[in-house]
C-alpha cells in the first residue's frame, strides 16, 4: 500500500527552528509537497521538490533523499502565526496526490 | 484571479438523503480533485478530473461520484448519506496533473 509518515505534534518556541520529517512509500513519484493548514482554513501550498536537496522559500526550506524516501520541512525563526498542521505529500505514478495525516504545530510564546 | 470557489460553504441533511456539491476552479486550470476531510485525520482522495475525464479515483464506495464540465466546473454527488460522511470536502484545481494545487474553503457536510 501507499503511505507518507509523519510525526502527529510538534511543540517549539517563538523564534526557534523546528523540523518536521516526512518518510513515504509510493508506487511511483513525481516528488514531494508541503502544504500548511490552519484551523477553519483551507490547505495552502508551501514548497516542492522533484530532486535531491535543499530548497528555500524565505523562512521555510524543504529537504528531499529520493534514495532515502524522505523528506522534511524546516521552519525558521517561527511566529506564533505558523501554529497550523503540515502535510506532506506525494504525486504516484497515476499523478494522485497522496497526503500524510499531517503534523500539528504548536508555537508557544 | 479569483481563487477556487466551492458551493455551498456549509451543509447538513439526513442520513439517506443525496447532496451535490460543486467547485469552480481557478480560470485555466484543467485538473480538478476532490478531498475528504475528517478531524484529525489527512485529506483523503476522492477523485481527480482533467478535461471532462476521470483519471483517478480513490477508496470510497461508489455512492460518491462527480463529473467535470467542459468549463473545467466540477461537482460530485453523494448519494445514500451516511454519518461518517459528516466530513469537510475540498476541492483542488490545478494547471495541469502535476502542478501545485491551489484548494478551495471546502463545504462542510453534517449529517444527522
Known amino acids: 500500500g501507499q503511505s507518507l509518515e509523519q510525526p502527529s505534534e510538534v511543540t517549539a518556541v517563538e523564534g526557534a527552528i523546528v523540523q518536521i520529517n516526512c518518510t513515504y512509500q509510493t508506487s511511483g513519484f513525481y516528488g514531494l509537497s508541503w502544504y500548511q493548514q490552519h484551523d477553519g482554513g483551507a490547505p495552502t501550498f508551501l514548497s516542492y521538490n522533484a530532486l535531491d536537496g535543499l530548497e528555500e522559500t524565505g523562512r521555510f526550506s524543504s529537504f528531499l533523499s529520493r534514495s532515502d524516501s524522505y523528506g522534511y520541512l524546516l521552519l525558521q525563526e517561527l511566529q506564533m502565526k505558523d501554529s497550523a498542521s503540515y502535510f506532506c505529500?506525494?504525486?504516484?505514478?497515476?499523478?494522485?496526490?497522496?497526503f500524510g495525516s499531517g503534523t500539528r504545530l504548536l508555537v508557544r510564546p | 484571479k479569483a481563487g477556487v470557489t466551492q458551493t455551498p460553504r456549509y451543509l447538513i441533511k439526513t442520513r439517506g438523503q443525496q447532496v451535490t456539491l460543486s467547485c469552480s476552479p481557478i480560470s485555466g486550470h484543467r485538473s480538478v480533485s476532490w478531498y475528504q476531510q475528517t478531524p484529525g485525520q489527512g485529506l483523503q482522495f476522492l477523485f481527480e478530473y482533467f478535461s471532462e475525464t476521470q483519471r483517478n479515483k480513490g477508496n470510497f464506495p461508489g455512492r460518491f461520484s462527480g463529473r467535470q464540465f467542459s468549463n473545467s466546473r466540477s461537482e460530485m454527488n453523494v448519494s445514500t448519506l451516511e454519518l461518517g460522511d459528516s466530513a469537510l470536502y475540498l476541492c483542488?484545481?490545478?494547471?495541469?496533473?502535476?502542478?501545485?494545487?491551489?484548494f478551495g474553503p471546502g463545504t462542510r457536510l453534517t449529517v444527522l
Open positions: 483542488a484545481s490545478s494547471l495541469d496533473r502535476v502542478g501545485e494545487q491551489f
Open positions: 505529500a506525494v504525486r504516484d505514478s497515476s499523478y494522485k496526490l497522496i
